[in-house]
């Protein structure tokens, strides 16, 4: 391997990871979340290692998320890829690099506050303060999340807490997450985890932030507005099931047709819950679980959806702060 000058990489090309990384620390309000975080982490002062700042660890979980890494996997990646030191502030010559212990602490502190959660309502009070997202409507849908379905591991059982589904005629094995987007700008607002063979109309309610005049979903919403939790003022368009529909006749039926057309302009809505779907799972590469039980789980899926928000909108937003002093 050839040497560098003084540890710095000799390379200027701007890569794909570069302007990826680039883009996102413009967008991501890294003042308001280290000072979220902050109240919360180990005071320095301590023997033994000395605590990292928090906006370099907390840079270091946004990496993991957006290019799905592991504990062990993101430590050898501030070893290999300067960029990523560079991104999390760690590019001076004769800095220390945080081990995969420190990276787990850090991950378990979000997980032991619930921090997951404030994060993902801190970015979105930012963007509806800039007017990016609304509060007229939502809209709903799960997707699925594949687990290891093997029994070798040391415990010789699969996770307890996912479960097997059917969809169309294949067996799937997992959790599922379940989002409410504002039905204007697709942004997600509310995440909600759980088994795999729950179905999708149960947790359609919960998915409302309360505000909203009218919710939209798909064929597996119908019947949600007359469940127990159903909000009196909450005007559900749920799409007619696909066996109905191909029964129409819009060629020589008129009100055939106007209920076609109806149910175009209410897919055409729908099509915006996808979106942040296809960021996590395409562009950030979430496709299987990486940890065992849905709570943890739950709390990386509303980090993702949190910078999904944020990558969605990067080219609308002008960050407002500037990242914290370390």
Do not use: C
């Amino acid at each position: 391997m050839k040497q560098t000058s003084l540890g710095l990489p000799l390379s200027t090309k701007r890569t794909r990871k570069r302007e990826f990384l680039d883009a996102m620390d413009r967008v991501v309000p890294w003042r308001d979340l280290v000072a979220l975080i902050a109240r919360f982490a180990p005071e320095s002062g301590r023997r033994g290692q000395q605590p990292f700042a928090v906006e370099t660890l907390l840079r270091i979980h946004f990496m993991q998320q957006w290019f799905n890494l592991s504990d062990p996997a993101m430590e050898e990646a501030l070893h290999d890829v300067p960029v990523f030191r560079d991104f999390a502030g760690l590019s001076n010559w004769g800095d220390a690099l945080p081990s995969d212990s420190s990276i787990l602490r850090f991950r378990r502190l979000l997980e032991q506050h619930k921090l997951a959660d404030q994060i993902l309502a801190r970015v979105n009070e930012l963007l509806t303060g800039q007017g990016l997202m609304l509060k007229a409507g939502t809209v709903v849908d799960a997707t699925l999340i594949a687990a290891p379905s093997s029994t070798k591991n040391k415990d010789g059982k699969r996770d307890p807490e996912m479960h097997q589904s059917k969809k169309g005629n294949q067996w799937h094995f997992g959790m599922k997450a379940h989002i409410g987007v504002d039905a204007d700008s697709g942004l997600v607002h509310t995440v909600r985890g759980t088994a795999g063979n729950v179905n999708d109309v149960v947790e359609g309610n919960s998915l409302l932030h309360g505000q909203e005049e009218f919710a939209f979903g798909d064929a597996g919403y119908q019947g949600v507005n007359k469940r127990p939790d159903a909000k009196a003022h909450v005007r559900w368009h749920v799409a007619m099931r696909p066996g109905l529909r191909r029964v129409l006749e819009p060629a020589t039926n008129a009100v055939d047709a106007l209920t076609g057309r109806i149910e175009r302009m209410k897919a055409s809505v729908r099509a915006k819950v996808k979106h942040p779907f296809r960021v996590i799972k395409r562009q950030f590469g979430h496709v299987k679980v990486r940890y065992r039980g849905l709570a943890k789980n739950t709390a990386q899926l509303k980090v993702l959806f949190a910078l999904s928000n944020l990558w969605m909108v990067r080219a609308a937003v002008v960050a407002e702060v500037r990242p914290a002093a370390a």
